[in-house]
């Protein structure tokens, strides 16, 4: 079946592994390195890497260096380049953990795949990719690529002071006097709007001190209502008033369907001065 369960069930004699517990490990710190030592930085010396100290997580099992660590990289040959691989790696049949170098990776079939980390009895978490080129007498700094920060390869594995820390701060952010944040916020964007609406009205004046009158059917978008009042409707959809008996014919009585008065920024068309309307009653 596929379901499976672990710890503290069935009588007292019940016996767990270490599989067990490092199946329980990797669910909670995943794979990765840790923010301890030199978190296994390198540097190339001809064809020898020396890691630095650190500690950190793969498949369930921790791996710690606590000094200088020198580690050979293989010659490389005449014909074509190769890509290794500095790992932290676990041999499940061995039963040990170690940081080694693994011979011949191809790095974008692992960062399609990175499933290709685990073979067998053996699972890799990828520190950096060495590419050895042919013909080459030393291994050059610019030939390693780190990809510890990397999802999928290698990861950060955060502790849980860390973790705890963090999530203190964005509590005492999103607790301490929200409101007095909110109101700074909402000030701000009625700051904006009140600017665009006084830059709205100047090109208004700069538009009528030219002689350039508005016409019925011009169109004007703003936040508050265009002066004068009584001259502007509301693109609602709705029919045009009587008032406005060239509007009425150039739209054929219905107003453009356009803004809503929810609406933060509305358009408005142009009627005119409206007309008085005489109401006959019937005989």
Not at 101 to 107: K, Q, S, T, W
Not at 133 to 141: H, P, V
Request: charged share 20%; with cysteine; proline share 5%.
């Amino acid at each position: 079946m596929s379901l499976t369960y672990g710890f503290c069930l069935g009588d007292d004699s019940a016996q767990y592994t270490a599989d067990d517990f490092s199946h329980v490990f990797r669910a909670i710190t995943g794979d990765g390195v840790t923010n301890h030592g030199r978190r296994f930085a390198v540097s190339p010396n001809g064809f020898t890497l020396i890691v630095g100290t650190g500690y950190g997580f793969a498949d369930g099992r921790y791996v710690q260096n606590t000094e200088p660590l020198r580690l050979p990289v293989q010659p490389p040959g005449s014909r074509a380049d190769r890509t290794d691989a500095l790992c932290l790696r676990v041999d499940h049949n061995g039963r040990t953990a170690s940081v080694e170098i693994v011979e011949g990776m191809d790095a974008a079939a692992i960062r399609a795949d990175p499933s290709l980390l685990r073979q067998g009895d053996a699972v890799s978490v990828v520190l950096y990719f060495i590419r050895v080129r042919r013909g080459a007498t030393y291994i050059d700094a610019a030939d390693i690529t780190d990809v510890r920060a990397e999802s999928g390869l290698c990861d950060a594995v955060h502790t849980l002071s860390a973790l705890t820390a963090r999530a203190a701060h964005v509590h005492a952010y999103f607790t301490s006097d929200i409101g007095a944040k909110f109101d700074a916020l909402e000030q701000a964007v009625t700051s904006l709007a009140e600017a665009a609406d006084a830059k709205v009205q100047a090109l208004e004046r700069q538009i009528a001190g030219a002689g350039a009158a508005y016409i019925p059917g011009d169109l004007t978008t703003a936040r508050t209502p265009p002066t004068p009042a009584n001259e502007w409707l509301l693109c609602d959809g709705g029919p045009v008033p009587d008032a406005y008996p060239l509007l009425t014919l150039l739209l054929t009585g219905t107003l453009p369907d356009i803004s809503r008065a929810a609406d933060r920024y509305k358009t408005y068309i142009y009627g005119g001065q409206p007309h008085a309307v005489t109401v006959r009653e019937r005989s």
